[in-house]
């Protein structure tokens, strides 16, 4: 898709593709459940309970409960997708997302609805903007945001089909499709979704399409800027990243999540070590959003295309001396 | 499938004698562990052990040559900090060589001081945290209903360890879905790391509470073996079914009974010396 049809294309909310993904599953292969906290609406399940009525678990208002019932249904030989709101999610079960899934290497897939700033003014306790640091500090936990409904389909395809855990985030806020169309997602491997040498924009989830607006903004002065959809962030396509700094010299990331431990800071930790570049980190900083929409808050925090195509002029002007 | 000291096999009073030969050994090993390793949580492992014991001897259907078969009966040990006693158990039942058991502890072993599925056979899950145990066992029970299987479920839980709620969102899911085929065992010594239960937070009413919770509750001496073992049978009221074990924290070494201390102290040369002596006399 060209950057001037991204501007005006029609947007999707991922949980849909999801919900769809997972039904479509579940008619080939019994093993797939679904388990939720009370969230059948939320993480759009009604059709998948109506269509398997005895493969919806739901164990009420209980994340601990979820995600440990999600294990036990593993070590049966279920595949149990753990559906709840992403803060609730990874907050509340953060242990038992450690110990019963990652740490014991079961076959759960961990499906976080509605990440980022999605809830807009229903506050900080049910944004997840701390979901990306939390789940990168623990071992053997792959974390994959997908970016448009292709890709979330693809992503829920590889998850039902590798044999141990994973983080999907699920996005709410609507966003066009990427593309290309991906008939199968790879883990750890990134797509460029736009060619430029003039610095490189590496996007995760809802913030690949304005990155792509900010590709378009800067191309009319004359800069190219190389767009990555960086759809898993553990474990880092560390080859994409160490080949966009060395041939364009800047890197910008940006993710709907705080700055202190996600995408940013993998790429950073990555770059310092082996190809240091002047970087710029967008995302949410350390700090507990106003009141506002989903919308306005990204606005608020300059996750935007004019955001990141302000950031994207300072670095390069940074790194041009 | 068969356990080789299996109920089905032997007389009545053989299985008892297997049961208490099979303890015996277990806290002879766990005790060796413990001093060799100079740590673990001798109190709490001795607590359990006849459960343990009772469980492998006689109840569960498990084979130690095929510990991944699928129809396997799932047991979770939800206190997982008594790790030396489910270790020494599994060994004597031939998950692994006893000899094993030496390298408790030691860097790079596959016996850490909580258990690990991935590196220990006859090991469901990851436990260590308190309060995990009980919901992946709910899972499991889940899913042998969904797959139209008989296998069982059996959890043990701490008593102290039910000071965590994830333990009541379980035992509320279980209700909800009358997981008959799951079993809870709540070790009831009423010693905590730090003090005793009731002085630290009051479990009690505690067989009212998981009679309330919806589950068939069934209150027994958690040393006796014919008691634990007729306490495992199935539930008769199509629900979930609680056995609380009354037990004491170091049992079988008098100067251990019943005292806070012994949760995870280590035993010195000298009552190890003394320990083995009662423990075989």
Redesign the interface.
Known sequence: MTPQTILHAPTYDCRKAFAEELIALARQDERI?AVCNDSVGSSNLVRFREEFP??L?N??I?E???????????????I?FVSAAAPFLTGRAL??IK??VA????HVILCGQSPGMAYGELGPTHHSIEDLSWLRAVAGLPIIVPADPGETRAAVRWAASNDGPSYLRIGRHPVPAIGPEQTEFILGRSIQVRPGNSATVIAAGTMVARALEAADLLHQEGVDLRIINMSTIEPLDREAVLKAAAETGAVITVEEATTTGGLGAAVATLLVQHQPVPMRILGVPRQFAPTGSTDFLLGYFGLTAEGIADAAREVIHHARG | MVNRRRLADLDPEATLRAVSDLARQVRLSDLEMIGRARLGHIGSDFSVIDILATLYGAVLKVNPARPDD?ERD?FILSKGHAAGALYATLAHCGFFPVPELESFALPLSALNGHP???KVPGV??????L??G???????????R??RSSRRTVVVLGDGELQE??NW??A??AS?YALASLTAIVDRNRLQQGARTEETKQLEPLADKWASFGWEVRVIDGHHHAQILSSLEPSSSGRPVCVIANTTKGKGVSFMEDRVEWHHKVPSPDQILAAREELTA
């Open positions: 459940v005895s493969r678990i164990v009420g209980a601990q409960d979820l995600v440990g019932v999600g294990a036990g249904l593993a070590n049966g030989g279920m149990p242990e038992q110990a019963d740490y014991s290497g079961t | 699928p799932r690990n599925r991935n469901e899950t990851n436990t260590g945290p309060g995990h009980f919901p992946v066992a709910v899972g499991c029970a889940l899913a042998a969904l797959q709620g994830s969102e379980a509320m899911t909800h």
